[in-house]
């Protein structure tokens, strides 16, 4: 059975005064009673959410909170990341008992690791990102490790890009799509893209551009990509048309998948796709260009073993451009016996 995810904003909540590590918490609290989460399952949501917003105030003086939905079918889950500037903290302190953060109830980032389903950090001299995912106790929903950053411009509610990950066991195909511009324009040529992909998701990649294309006529067009990763085999190909942007990063190396010229929607020449053979247990990263294209996983010493989702979280905050819609997503690809 195959498990889809697709595109979702996150939502960003600014953490600059304790005033609103209370509003965090309410919007959190809200959020997960909304998409099934009993009360007590919220309340540990909202300590969650209560102990990683005051972190940030104590630690880094500002920040931010960016709250994620994550639909797996029947079931939602939450995604918690806390992202700060600062100086950074000691991780070891931080995550014993009994270090608490100013104003929380004392339960300190150990407790938080334990109330949440998964738990994550990553900090170094530039500052700091902790993740959270909590899940309803009792729904036995396994996390799915993949991460994703996807922010419209200016907070709009309507994003030009459009992301969709479906995973069948540990065969993975991944899409991104940026539509020109940015507006409720682009984001109807991305989502028309995006729906004939979630129609035949492991379709040749060549079939799908060609897909692509042809749900994206008569729109306003746009860059798009799709990345299959074959567990059995070990290759993983690769077909793009415009400027998404892919890598695959090992532990001391990187190499980007390449794109052609082009506008879905529009004109290109015929699609080719590429393969990487022995792709098993690298890491593959899709981005549109919202983000910028320098940036170097080793320049992070650790962060390439760290979640998917702080990954994501890590690269939009250094590198975000801040002049377009911008979407990340991060993808661990697993042998088939591993």
Excluded at 87 to 114: H, K, Y
Excluded at 116 to 128: I, N, P, Q, T
Excluded at 250 to 265: F, M, Q, Y
């Amino acid at each position: 059975m195959d498990l889809n995810l697709s595109s979702s904003l996150t939502q960003v909540l600014a953490v600059d005064d304790d005033s609103q590590v209370g509003h965090a918490r309410r919007v959190v609290q809200k959020l997960a009673q909304d998409h099934g989460f009993d009360s007590n399952d919220a309340g540990r949501a909202a300590l969650v959410t209560t102990e990683l917003t005051s972190n940030l105030l104590k630690h880094a003086g500002r920040g931010e909170l960016h709250v994620r939905v994550l639909p797996y079918g029947s079931v939602s889950g939450l995604e918690l990341v806390a992202v700060d500037r600062g100086p950074g903290f000691n991780l070891q302190d931080c995550l014993a008992d009994g270090f608490s953060t100013g104003g929380t109830q004392g339960i300190g980032m150990g407790a938080v690791d334990r109330q949440s389903d998964v738990f994550d950090v990553f900090a170094d001299h530039r500052g700091a990102v902790l993740m959270a995912r909590l899940y309803p106790r009792g729904s036995q929903t396994a996390d799915l490790r993949f991460g994703i950053s996807q922010h419209s411009l200016h907070d709009d509610p309507a994003c030009g890009d459009s992301w969709h990950l479906v995973v069948n066991g540990k065969n993975v195909s991944a899409l991104v799509i940026d539509g020109l511009g940015h507006g409720e324009a682009a984001e109807e040529a991305s989502r028309a893209g995006e729906q004939a992909f979630a129609n035949a998701p492991f379709a040749s990649p060549t079939v799908v551009i060609d897909d692509l294309h042809r749900a994206m006529c008569g729109t306003r067009g746009g860059a798009g990509a799709v990345a299959q990763f074959n567990a059995e085999s070990g290759h993983l190909q690769f077909a793009g048309i415009g400027n998404i942007g892919a890598t695959l990063i090992t532990a001391d190396k990187s190499r980007g998948l390449a794109s052609h010229p082009g506008i879905l929607g529009g004109q290109f020449r015929k699609a080719q796709a590429f393969d990487f053979p022995e792709s098993s247990g690298q890491l593959l990263v899709m981005y549109s260009d919202g983000l910028q294209s320098r940036w170097n996983l080793g320049d992070y010493p650790g962060l390439a073993h760290r979640h998917p989702a702080v990954i994501a979280a890590v690269l939009h905050r250094d590198f975000c451009r801040g002049r377009d819609d911008v979407t990340i997503l991060v993808v661990p690809l697993e042998a088939a016996n591993g």
